[in-house]
């Protein structure tokens, strides 16, 4: 039963990491029922933010050229620009070979052709290729990103359409409340919510309260999530008599009342730097580092609020997951956007078992085109099995004998045990305070 051999322990191993499926707790698919913002195929892959910067490093065309184009035509150029005149080297644009050709689109079949590819995937429906993608992904859940201030999204809500496919989950995003205060009441009394444009007034927090509680009921969702600069201003630890800013008081006065009401873990993603370059829109924001005593003060301050942590700065991995060690209530998730790659996800996926050993989430795959789930999960189980090779290689040579239960057991927490493990916590945490 126990395995033995190094060569056994490889093969087992990439056996598990590979069948294994997998939660993807946090991604920018939908379900069908949401219409166009669920985005998929070739020229949905080649739009991707990830390639449209990629392509300004080589293009010509000026911004308003290529934001003038329709989709066929951007996906064209950015095809020809990185793809027929250069090789696809980058993590983003070998992806869209990995998921190409795991789809049995083989580029030794249809070579340099967008159009072969096209045509090949002009019979699938949308549900078809569902299917098939996460069929192929091995992906069992996804928790979509959901807008309760995108008009477009909420009639799907309100139709009571969202929850028709139970391979995708919710997440109450909650950017705009957070970081676009006023501007968020105006849309809250657009929508019935009697709020003030100050924030601190009790029946404004109040009305914000029963605003999340609405839209987190209604789309049964998993977790509230925001993502926050580096420099997000929450004083956790600032005199009463200092007049706070709109994100403390929406925090504390509202967001963190509710998630612990409802019985939610709070998601933050620290460290986005928005529109470093806005004429690239959506492919235009940056990373930057964190100050993470925002974290450890929320930490400390919410014992019983459960957190979903990830920061997109390299520079604060290495303290990320320090604190993960101080706080039960952290979960760290992911390698997430600039660090969604090869070498990144070597690094800090070794660094966090050597530090959390399995409390930890090892990948999300944030995509916003489904066909994404086949290579960044291809990808990342691939370079997780490298490292637990020789980690569990390092037991064996100990005479730790390990079962391929054993593994199954671990690798089943780090794809999925471990996130819906946090979720069951933050329920029994509001039993707790109901209870007292
Ligand atoms: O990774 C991304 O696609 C980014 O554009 C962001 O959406 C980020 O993941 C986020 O959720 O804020
Ligand atoms: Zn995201």
Redesign the pocket.
């Given at each position: 039963e126990q395995i033995t051999t190094f060569s056994e322990l490889e093969k087992v191993i990439r056996q598990v990491t590979t069948e294994t499926r997998v939660i993807d707790m946090?991604t920018?698919l939908y379900a069908e029922a949401f219409n166009e913002h669920l985005l998929w195929g070739i020229d949905e892959l080649l739009q991707y933010?990830?390639l449209t910067a990629e392509f300004f490093r080589h293009t010509d065309m000026t911004y308003d050229e290529y934001w003038m184009l329709d989709n066929a035509s951007r996906a064209e150029a950015v095809w020809q620009t990185l793809f027929v005149d250069r090789s696809p080297l980058s993590e983003a644009a070998s992806g869209v070979i990995t998921a190409l050709n795991r789809l049995g689109l083989s580029p030794t079949q249809y070579g340099r052709d967008l159009n072969a590819y096209r045509a090949a995937l002009a019979a699938k429906s949308t549900s078809q290729q569902i299917d098939d993608v996460l069929e192929v992904a091995k992906i069992e859940r996804i928790v979509m990103?959901n807008d309760p201030f995108d008009a477009k999204e909420r009639e799907v809500w309100q139709a009571s359409r969202g929850k028709s496919d139970a391979r995708f989950d919710a997440a109450l995003?909650i950017?705009k409340l957070l970081l676009d205060w006023p501007a968020a009441a105006q849309d809250l009394r657009v929508q019935g919510y009697l709020v003030e444009d100050d924030a601190s007034a009790p029946s404004t927090l109040q009305e914000v309260r029963r605003f999340l509680k609405d839209w987190a009921l209604r789309m049964d969702a998993l977790y509230l999530?925001v993502?926050l600069p580096g420099d997000a201003g929450y004083e956790h630890n600032k005199a009463a008599s200092v007049t706070s800013s709109s994100l403390t008081i929406l925090l504390d006065g509202a967001v963190v009342p509710v998630c612990l009401e409802l019985g939610l873990p709070l998601a933050l993603?620290i460290g986005?730097r928005r529109q470093v370059n806005p004429l690239l829109r959506?492919?235009g924001?940056m990373s930057m580092r964190s100050d993470l005593s925002l974290l450890e003060g929320i930490a400390k301050r919410y014992t019983n609020l459960e957190l979903l942590i990830t920061v997109l700065a390299r520079e604060n991995q290495h303290e990320l997951t320090v604190l993960s060690r101080k706080f039960r209530n952290i979960t760290l998730f992911g390698c997430?956007?600039f660090l969604?790659t090869e070498s990144m996800i070597r690094e800090l996926t070794a660094f966090r078992v050597e530090l959390l050993g399995t409390s930890f989430i090892p990948q999300h795959s944030?995509c916003?085109v489904l066909e994404q789930l086949i290579n960044k999960w291809d990808h990342s189980r691939g370079i997780i099995a490298d490292i637990l090779i020789s980690k569990y290689n390092r037991l064996l040579k100990d005479g730790w004998g390990i079962t391929e239960e054993e593994i199954r057991r671990d690798v089943e927490a780090y794809f999925g045990g471990n996130f819906q493990r946090v979720l069951d916590k933050a329920k029994q945490n509001r039993q707790l305070i109901q209870g007292t």
């Open positions: 946090h920018h933010h990830y990103t995003r950017d999530m993502s993603m986005v959506l492919a924001d997430w956007w969604h944030d916003r």
